[in-house]
Nanobody
Framework: QVQLVESGGGLVQAGGSLRLSCAAS????????MGWFRQAPGKEREFVAA????????YYADSAKGRFTISRDNAKNTVYLQMNSLKPEDTAVYYC??????????????????WGQGTQVTVSA
């Protein structure tokens, strides 16, 4: 069983920054892609960013490009999401997830099998 625990969410003013962390239990972390998703009230969960097993490849949703950076530290079993220039529309619960496959940089929800409980990010205008 893989457990993912997110942290780092909070309330920030527009234009501010937050760094989310996702700590994974077990040894089944370094060989898999990891992703960040978010879900705003009344909306479907959407892809934000993903990183491959080594950290050498990343992929971002258009809404995140140029503002968010995903990274990972396999020695610490942790994946990060640095969020800069935050906007009120970034307000959501942010979830990290582990990819089902050892290959690629998945962007679809169905391509992930383990999920964290989420951390709330609120951006005030």
């Amino acid at each position: 069983q893989v457990q993912l625990v997110e942290s780092g969410g909070g309330l920030v003013q527009a234009g501010g920054s937050l760094r989310l962390s996702c700590a994974a239990s077990g040894r089944t972390f370094s060989g898999y892609a990891m992703g960040w998703f978010r879900q705003a009230p009344g909306k479907e969960r959407e892809f934000v960013a993903a990183i491959n097993w080594s950290g050498g490849r990343t992929y971002y949703a258009d809404s995140a490009k140029g503002r968010f950076t995903i990274s990972r530290d396999n020695a610490k079993n942790t994946v990060y999401l640095q969020m800069n220039s935050l906007k009120p529309e970034d307000t959501a619960v942010y979830y990290c997830a582990r990819g089902r496959s050892v290959a690629g940089v998945p962007v679809e929800l169905r391509e992930y099998d383990y999920w964290g409980q989420g951390t709330q990010v609120t951006v005030s205008a």
